[in-house]
């Protein structure tokens, strides 16, 4: 199944031979990410569940061995792979820890030892649990979906899967890295073209994520200062991604 969020690049006529095969949510303009996914899991029946990006690439045996895995561990509600980029390094966010409040703004003051994306570290040589996974490739446990729900619609770019993955381990689902199974992850080219776009809506995500899950957990001023840590890099950062948006 493919939900199309409303494309205009004529990118559905390579689909032709396979229609037969696929069915196509055709959206009249975007809907964002979470809801153009959800609106495609009523149509599925599988007891597995793939969320996958279409800027990506998948060998042959990737559905296999992601499926084996989930299979012969029942406690596992998702799981994702090495996401590769195209130059064949660790792609930020396939393996990342709880983006907690302290642990962002070490982040965003540049103590990236306290950071939570992984990417940089040793990469493990056996399946591990993890905090979260990247939306890019999410291999779901139908169970575990219907357990904790779809995603949150009201994120609309970035930050709904790590909104999902703590979703389903505070239901007690676990979420694995599988650094034995790769794919690649091209990004979308629209996105590199909407930069500022794209990063608007990703700070407004973050926002909304320690809003919806840290503001009666930590004091006032603390989530105050993590707001307006994250507004004030999009702000410091504006001027490098319109220089980035006007060079493509």
């Given at each position: 199944?493919?939900?199309?969020?409303?494309?205009?690049?004529?990118?559905?006529?390579?689909?032709?031979?396979?229609?037969?095969?696929?069915?196509?949510?055709?959206?009249?303009?975007?809907?964002?990410?979470?809801?153009?996914?959800?609106?495609?899991?009523?149509?599925?029946?599988?007891?597995?569940?793939?969320?996958?990006?279409?800027?990506?690439?998948?060998?042959?045996?990737?559905?296999?061995?992601?499926?084996?895995?989930?299979?012969?561990?029942?406690?596992?509600?998702?799981?994702?792979?090495?996401?590769?980029?195209?130059?064949?390094?660790?792609?930020?966010?396939?393996?990342?820890?709880?983006?907690?409040?302290?642990?962002?703004?070490?982040?965003?003051?540049?103590?990236?030892?306290?950071?939570?994306?992984?990417?940089?570290?040793?990469?493990?040589?056996?399946?591990?649990?993890?905090?979260?996974?990247?939306?890019?490739?999410?291999?779901?446990?139908?169970?575990?979906?219907?357990?904790?729900?779809?995603?949150?619609?009201?994120?609309?770019?970035?930050?709904?899967?790590?909104?999902?993955?703590?979703?389903?381990?505070?239901?007690?689902?676990k979420v694995m890295f599988l650094p034995h199974v790769s794919i690649t992850h091209f990004k979308g080219g629209s996105s590199r073209k909407r930069v500022v776009r794209?990063?608007?809506?990703?700070?407004?995500?973050?926002?909304?994520?320690?809003?919806?899950?840290?503001?009666?957990?930590?004091?006032a001023i603390v989530m105050y200062a993590v707001y307006a840590a994250v507004w004030g890099r999009f702000a410091l950062m504006l001027p490098i991604w319109r220089l980035?948006?006007?060079?493509?």
């Amino acid at each position: 199944m493919i939900a199309d969020n409303g494309s205009s690049d004529h990118s559905l006529t390579s689909l032709a031979p396979l229609h037969s095969r696929l069915t196509i949510l055709h959206n009249e303009h975007n809907l964002g990410f979470s809801r153009a996914n959800n609106l495609c899991i009523p149509f599925l029946e599988t007891p597995y569940v793939l969320f996958l990006n279409p800027d990506s690439t998948v060998a042959e045996d990737t559905l296999q061995q992601m499926l084996n895995f989930m299979q012969t561990h029942a406690d596992v509600g998702m799981a994702g792979p090495l996401i590769l980029n195209e130059d064949g390094s660790e792609q930020r966010g396939c393996r990342r820890d709880e983006p907690k409040p302290l642990a962002a703004l070490n982040t965003l003051i540049g103590k990236r030892e306290a950071g939570i994306n992984k990417v940089g570290t040793t990469l493990p040589t056996h399946p591990i649990e993890v905090d979260a996974i990247s939306g890019a490739f999410m291999f779901v446990r139908r169970a575990a979906l219907e357990d904790v729900g779809p995603m949150d619609e009201g994120y609309f770019l970035h930050c709904e899967d790590l909104d999902w993955c703590k979703r389903f381990r505070d239901k007690g689902w676990k979420v694995m890295f599988l650094p034995h199974v790769s794919i690649t992850h091209f990004k979308g080219g629209s996105s590199r073209k909407r930069v500022v776009r794209v990063e608007w809506h990703k700070h407004k995500g973050m926002v909304r994520y320690y809003r919806k899950f840290y503001k009666d957990k930590y004091p006032a001023i603390v989530m105050y200062a993590v707001y307006a840590a994250v507004w004030g890099r999009f702000a410091l950062m504006l001027p490098i991604w319109r220089l980035r948006s006007a060079l493509k």
